[in-house]
């Protein structure tokens, strides 16, 4: 079964400054890799993807992820954040049909990011 | 429409009553999906559906939970008997493959 690991509950950053948040999955199969961000209040609205080709994907926001195989990780980066970043953001694995299938995604339990002025 | 709709947005009820959610999928999305959202607890698939037919049940927690989908679009998530661990946000998604899941802005269910 997969199963996603988001290193961090929370991040607190300056504005301007570079941010990586860290998410790693154990899957025995090939896997589909999402990430989602939640503002407060909102549901999740999809920053990005990895379904195939290009192990560097880029997102909305000026975010970016990198899947590596070999060390079954999905970090999300962004190189200088604003105040607006500010918000919960969540990994997600699933494996066989892009989008879920029977099992749906598997999520992180997040990780809060905090821009500080 | 161009969003999945969710309601009512809010929903406080006394504990022992039941609640129907309700989630409007984008039109022509064929797969639609529950999760919950606990404080501590992240997110937990609950139900998923192809058209009207939910292949997999087996992540509703309980059996007071039951969902139904008609015409492979709206869908009714009921809670019967409510508790007060069922207090959290209910929350739909929509796909239409290989896109990626559409999030509704989700119901906060709190059971007193």
């Known amino acids: 079964a997969q199963s996603v690991t988001q290193l961090d509950s929370q991040v607190p950053v300056f504005e301007e400054a570079p941010v990586e948040l860290r998410c790693n999955y154990s899957?025995?199969?090939?896997?589909?890799l999402f990430w989602y961000v939640q503002y407060p209040n909102q549901g999740l609205q999809l920053l990005l993807k990895y379904l195939s080709g290009s192990t560097l994907v880029k997102g909305i926001n000026g975010f970016e992820a990198e899947f590596n195989k070999s060390q079954t990780s999905f970090h999300l980066r962004k190189p200088s954040v604003h105040i607006s970043d500010t918000a919960e953001y969540f990994c997600?694995?699933?494996?066989?049909?892009?989008?879920?299938?029977?099992?749906?995604?598997?999520f992180g339990k997040g990780t809060h990011l905090i821009i500080q002025p | 429409g161009a969003g999945v709709s969710q309601s009512p947005s809010n929903k406080v009820t006394e504990k022992g009553k039941d609640v129907e959610l309700r989630c409007d999928p984008i039109?022509?999305?064929?797969?639609l999906y529950w999760y919950r959202q606990s404080l501590g607890q992240g997110l937990e698939f609950l139900i998923y559906f192809q058209g009207n037919s939910a292949p997999d049940k087996s992540g509703l927690p309980s059996d007071r939970f039951s969902a139904e989908r008609t015409g492979g679009s709206v869908s009714t998530l009921t809670i019967q008997r409510t508790q007060q661990e069922d207090s959290a946000v209910y929350l739909c998604?929509?796909?239409?493959?290989?896109?990626?899941?559409?999030f509704g802005s989700g119901t906060r269910l709190t059971v007193v």
């Open positions: 899957s025995s199969v090939s896997v589909y």
């Open positions: 039109s022509g999305h064929t797969a």
């Open positions: 997600a694995v699933s494996e066989g049909m892009p989008g879920g299938g029977a099992d749906g995604l598997t």
């Open positions: 998604a929509s796909s239409l493959r290989p896109y990626g899941y559409t």
